[in-house]
Every structure is written in C-alpha cells, then in structure tokens.
C-alpha cells in the first residue's frame, strides 16, 4: 500500500474487488479451477496494491 495520504476512489474500488474475491475462495463450494482463478486474481490485485 502506498504511504498515509490521500485515499482515493480508485483505492478503495480495488479494495472492494479484493474483498470479495477474498470472500468468494471462501464459498466451499466453488470449483477448484475457478478457485485457482480467484486467487490468481487475488495475488494480481494484491501485487497492484503493493501489498505482495
């Protein structure tokens, strides 16, 4: 994440996204290849973030 400071829509957008891809894995549910997509997904994002 970057340093304190304006917290734009844009950031919190990503956030959103994050959360309910995070939210998702948590359906058991949920096909193991779509799975591994959501948290391919997850990883990008979080890289995006700079939370990696």
Do not use: F, S, W
């Not at 956030?15 to 997904?41: C, F, S, T, Y």
């Amino acid at each position: 994440m970057k340093p304190a400071g304006k917290y734009t829509c844009g950031e919190y957008r990503l956030e959103m996204i994050l959360l309910g891809l995070k939210r998702q894995l948590e359906n058991p549910v949920l096909p193991e290849a779509q799975r591994v997509h959501v948290a391919e997904k997850i990883r990008e994002l979080e890289r995006q973030m700079g939370m990696d």
